[in-house]
């Protein structure tokens, strides 16, 4: 399993980025995919998942109504598309996947929300 992170940068407050995640190694299609995020002395916070069969979504409070977790089953993609950041979403973001029980997530990309 390998799940690779892009798109991450510095971005200023408002402003929007659109991170990917290209998965391989495993049948995507099948699998749920989330995205975490955790930042310099906080805990790994959950943002948003996307199940596998019905593409139902979560997300964190914290991110509702600014954040867009999408699939393409096709490419073995996910995306989080993030409008209106603050410098409170600075972080890395990672995207993970459970396959037969082990976790496995991507080395993450940073965003940095600044003026």
């Known amino acids: 399993v390998q799940l690779v992170e892009s798109g991450g940068g510095l971005v200023q407050p408002g402003g929007s980025l659109r991170l990917s995640c290209a998965a391989s190694?495993?049948?995507?299609?099948?699998?749920?995919m989330s995205w975490y995020r955790q930042a310099p002395g906080k805990e790994r916070e959950l943002v948003a998942v996307i199940t596998s069969a019905d593409g139902s979504i979560n997300y964190a409070d914290s991110v509702k109504g600014r954040f867009t977790v999408s699939r393409d089953n096709g490419k073995n993609m996910v995306y989080l598309q993030m409008n209106s950041l603050k410098p409170e979403d600075t972080a890395v973001y990672y995207c993970?996947?459970?396959?037969w029980g082990v976790g496995y997530r991507g080395q993450g990309t940073q965003v940095t929300v600044s003026s």
């Open positions: 993970r996947a459970v396959v």
């Open positions: 190694g495993f049948t995507f299609s099948r699998y749920a």
